[in-house]
Each structure stands twice: as structure tokens, then as C-alpha cells.
């Protein structure tokens, strides 16, 4: 087997040896000449294209930037989870992965985790030792070479996290919390996570105030406490439970409300008649939540008592009617909210006086309206085919004023009160119900109706068809 390949060698060398003598030949055949033309044609294009290549080259072989956003995924007893995410510019060349390396706290030789170049933006770091602190930091590597490396801020232990943290926020909690000024304000929240975690309490993005809030936590929950609450407390609470680089938060959206002040002002636009036109503004102080109505009252100058005349209005203007000839009137106004209302009420401007004047009540006088109309059939009788001994109906519709008198007719004969036939009449709904009819029942039905104004009729032929039985063979 050795001794064949070394023929095979020498005579691909003969031939080539033979291949190159012909070529620097000047002198050849004119059947030649034409196959060397189109070979050296080709041979002159490639050499065009290479000289525009460098032009493009400096730019492709620029290094990326560096990769975003690296976090911690998940820690466990000797491995540790990344992601990042790619670099916000990359280049023409594109990325060929990513390096990611480690180096202990205190150390200063950083070591490559990945032996090949990952192109996935998640990696987990395995075979490491428990207890370490890890730096871990990311490169991006293309044509250009390595990019800037992000790091992660502090270093990571490498120690297996039992329970990850996690905040059981409670329903009630989900939306809006809503307490009243002066009430206490307490607050538990159950939390999960092993080894114990970290709470820590935030308001509005600032640090709680410890005069105003108090915070207690133990291993499974976190109160916050207010003794009396007041408006300044309402804001947006968050609390955050960290689990070394694992971190769970929740939002809390608390509000301290208190009933809402007086409308601004109260005035008496108009009076007319028994009626008095009021209109009002919204309060000065809503009471840190919507206001919900307002409520309207009337007092008589002669007794001084107030009564209510409107118990929740939402509008800003409001008409008092059935006032009574010869008093006046004063009006107050309460803001409502859904605390309470105002402690107290604007008294509008003005007071509205019911003038004793002699008034003659004079009914409008309307024409009636003619409603009387001649029959007129509204929907009329269609052909139709029945049954022997299959009771069937001819229906009809027919308007008119007064109302009309109906009668149906059979072969122009009138029906008059034949047992076999039921004749019904309902609300202009006309129906002719022919029980169990024979062969000798088919003819033309008409129904005809008649009024003081006119007459109409309707008409159609009605075919009664024998069953046939077939014969048994």
C-alpha cells in the first residue's frame, strides 16, 4: 500500500511539468489561441475587485461596544447564572461570541470561564468552589478583537440560595390602601427566602422617616406602622426583599384621606316663578380624594330650618323648584366625598323672595287629530295548498278607523256562523280556520272589510289535496 501513492505522486508532477511547458510558449496553434483568451478574461476581473476591499477593511476590523445589562439569573452550591444583553453597536462584521471570565475578590488574575466562544447572551458558570466572591465580567469578541468588558458592581458568593425572594402581597393591597386622617396605619407583609433576607423600605423613591413610620421585620414578614396618620403619609410605599443578588419588590399605594372643605362660593343666579337658579365652585381642599357629589339645602326666613333639596348632585349648578308664593328663601351647599361631607356649608349670596302675583292658568288649546281612515289590508291572503282532514288557516292583516268589520266569504257566498269555520278578529290580525276540511272545502276565501269610510278586500284560493296511499305489493 505505501509504494502506490509515490506513482501517483510522479506522474501528477509529470503532468504538471507537461502543463507548464505549453504555457510560456508564445507560438501556438490558432485553435489554441481562442481558449487562452477567455482564461486570461477572467483572470483580470478578480484582480478589478481585490482593489476596492482594502478601502472597507480599517472600518470592518473595529472592536464592539461593550455588552449591556449583566445580571445575576441564579447562584447555586458551585455554579453561577448570567444574561446580558448584546452591545448597542456591533459593527459590519458582526459578533463572533462572547468570553466570559471570573476572578476571585482580592485577586487580580481574571480567568476565562468559557473555553469556546459562546454566542448565547445566558451562561452558567459551573465547577466552582462554595464560599468564594466572584468578579465576573463579560467581553464581546468579532474580527476587530475584544471589546470593553462590563462587570458586574460587587462581587457574587458562591453559595446555593435555598428559597428565592418572594413577597406575598396581600389582595387588599393590590390597589389603592385608603385610610382616614388620624387612624392607625398597620401594615404586614409575608415574605418568603432562605438564608434570611434583606428588607429594605422606601417612600416616593426617599427613605421612610423613621419619626413618622415604624418598621418591624422578622424572618417571614415586614410591618409598617403609623400611629396617627395624616395626609403627608399618602404616597407610593416600596418594599424590596434581596436575597443576595436576588431581589424581589412590591408597590404599595397609600392614601390618607379627610372629609373635603365648603364649595368656594355659592350664588343665587336667578329667580322666577316658584323656582331659584343656584350655582356653585368646587372647594379649596378635596380632601386629598375626588369629591363625590354635593348636597343642596333651603331654608324658610319665616322658621329658619334647613331642608334638603338635593342629596347628591355631581353637577355645579342645580334649579330649586316648588318654592312657595310669598316666602324667602336662603341656600347652603355641603361637598361630599366619599369620607363625608363638609363640616360646614356655603351659604350662597342673595336671597330668593316668591312674589305674590295673580296668576290665571290658561290650557293650551289643541286641535285633535283626525285618526278615522278606511280599511285598508296591511298584509294580504297568500294561495295555498292543504290536506283532507288537516285543519289549516288563512291569515290576513287589515287597518282602520273605526275599526273595521270583517267578513269572510267563500266562492263569493259569506260564510256566516258555519260550525266548520272559526273566524278570528285581534287587533287587526284577521285569521279563518277551517277544521279537518274536505275535498270540497278548496275554492276562493275572501275577506272582506268595511267601515263607516270605505270597504277592502283580499282574496285567495285555497286547494285541498287528497293523501294517497300506496299499494302494498
Not at 496553434?29 to 481585490?50: I, L, M, Q, R, S
Request: glycine share 6%.
Amino acid at each position: 500500500m505505501p509504494a502506490k501513492p509515490a506513482p501517483i505522486k510522479k506522474s501528477a508532477t509529470k503532468k504538471a511539468a507537461k502543463e507548464k511547458e505549453p504555457t510560456p510558449a508564445p507560438v501556438a496553434t490558432p485553435t489554441k489561441a481562442p481558449a487562452e483568451v477567455p482564461a486570461e478574461v477572467p483572470a483580470e476581473v478578480p484582480a478589478e475587485v481585490p482593489a476596492e476591499v482594502p478601502v472597507q477593511a480599517p472600518a470592518a476590523e473595529v472592536p464592539t461596544s461593550a455588552p449591556q445589562n449583566l445580571t445575576v439569573e441564579d447562584v447555586q452550591e458551585t455554579s453561577v447564572t448570567i444574561s446580558w444583553l448584546a452591545p448597542k453597536t456591533i459593527g459590519a462584521t458582526g459578533l463572533d461570541g462572547y468570553t466570559v471570565e471570573t476572578c476571585k475578590d482580592g485577586a487580580k488574575e481574571w480567568v476565562v470561564a468559557n473555553e469556546e466562544l459562546t454566542v448565547a447572551n445566558r451562561y452558567m458558570i459551573r465547577n466552582l468552589t462554595p464560599g468564594d466572591l466572584l468578579n465576573i465580567r463579560v467581553v464581546a469578541v468579532n474580527v476587530g478583537g475584544r471589546s470593553e468588558p462590563v462587570a458586574l458592581p460587587q462581587p457574587v458568593p458562591v453559595h446555593e440560595v435555598l428559597d428565592r425572594p418572594r413577597i406575598k402581597l396581600p389582595r387588599f393591597l393590590r390597589t389603592c390602601y385608603t385610610r382616614k386622617v388620624g387612624e392607625q396605619v398597620n401594615i404586614v407583609i409575608p415574605f418568603l427566602g432562605q438564608p434570611k433576607p434583606v428588607v429594605c423600605w422606601t417612600k416616593d423613591g426617599e427613605p421612610l422617616d423613621t419619626n413618622r413610620v415604624s418598621i418591624r421585620t422578622s424572618d417571614r414578614d415586614s410591618i409598617l406602622f403609623i400611629r396617627s396618620a395624616n395626609r403627608e403619609d399618602s404616597g407610593n410605599y416600596v418594599i424590596s426583599v434581596k436575597v443576595d443578588s436576588l431581589e424581589d419588590r412590591a408597590t404599595i399605594i397609600m392614601q390618607i384621606v379627610e372629609r373635603p372643605g365648603p364649595p368656594a362660593s355659592v350664588k343665587l343666579v336667578d329667580t322666577w316663578g316658584f323656582n331659584a337658579a343656584l350655582e356653585w365652585t368646587p372647594p379649596r381642599d378635596n380632601g386629598n380624594t375626588e369629591i363625590t357629589g354635593y348636597i343642596v339645602q333651603k331654608a324658610d326666613k319665616k322658621t329658619g330650618d334647613w331642608f334638603t333639596v338635593y342629596d347628591n348632585c355631581h353637577r355645579l349648578s342645580a334649579t330649586v323648584s316648588d318654592l312657595i308664593m310669598g316666602n324667602s328663601y336662603s341656600f347652603r351647599v355641603f361637598s361630599q366625598n366619599k369620607v363625608g361631607i363638609s363640616e360646614e356649608g356655603t351659604v350662597a349670596k342673595g336671597i330668593a323672595t316668591i312674589q305674590k302675583i295673580g296668576i290665571v292658568y290658561k290650557p293650551a288649546q289643541y286641535t285633535e287629530h283626525d285618526f278615522s281612515e278606511a280599511p285598508k289590508f296591511t298584509a294580504s291572503l297568500n294561495d295555498r295548498a292543504a290536506t283532507v282532514g288537516y285543519t289549516t288557516k288563512l291569515l290576513c292583516a287589515v287597518r282602520g278607523s273605526p275599526t273595521p268589520k270583517i267578513e269572510w266569504l267563500k266562492n263569493q257566498m259569506v260564510i256566516g256562523n258555519d260550525p266548520k269555520f272559526r273566524q278570528i278578529s285581534n287587533q287587526g290580525v284577521c285569521a279563518l280556520e277551517i277544521r279537518k276540511p274536505c275535498s270540497f272545502d278548496g275554492g276562493v276565501y275572501t275577506c272582506r272589510a268595511k267601515n263607516a269610510l270605505g270597504e277592502a278586500t283580499v282574496a285567495c284560493r285555497l286547494e285541498v289535496k287528497k293523501v294517497i296511499i300506496p299499494e302494498a305489493k
